[in-house]
């Protein structure tokens, strides 16, 4: 069974940085070419795509984040991380991790495209 575990949520202010991370079982994710993506979801609206990282290390990043957050994976823990820098409140929302087996480049960014997806963890920035 495939399970995503995400953490490393919480409170911050304006400016501040929170590092998420995503710890996957059930599969070896570096062998079934998995990719892996974060997504959230702000009260009263729909899910966005945040950034997604291809099992061969290839990354992405939604306009909102870009040059703020940084994706990253570590096969061999079967995890993959989410730095947030300058954080700002239009970043409070819930963060998933999502994944599936080789999502191709086209989808990375359609949130539909992944079967595997986590409980979440509450971001929320705030002075």
């Known amino acids: 069974e495939v399970q995503l575990v995400e953490s490393g949520g919480g409170w911050v202010q304006p400016g501040g940085s929170l590092r998420l991370s995503c710890a996957a079982s059930?599969?070896?994710?570096?062998?079934?070419?998995?990719?892996m993506t974060w997504v959230r979801q702000a009260p009263g609206k729909s899910f966005e795509w945040v950034s997604t990282?291809?099992?061969?290390?290839?990354?992405t990043y939604a306009d909102s984040v870009r040059g703020r957050f940084t994706i990253s994976r570590d096969n061999a823990l079967n995890t993959v991380y989410l730095q947030m820098d300058s954080l700002t409140p239009e970043d409070t929302a819930m963060y998933y991790c999502?994944?599936?087996?080789?999502?191709?480049?086209?989808?990375?960014?359609?949130?539909?495209?992944?079967?595997?997806w986590g409980q979440g963890t509450q971001v929320t920035v705030s002075s």
């Open positions: 999502a994944a599936d087996a080789w999502v191709a480049p086209s989808r990375w960014a359609d949130v539909s495209a992944y079967m595997y």
């Open positions: 059930g599969f070896v994710f570096s062998s079934f070419a998995m990719t």
């Open positions: 990282i291809s099992a061969g290390g290839v990354r």
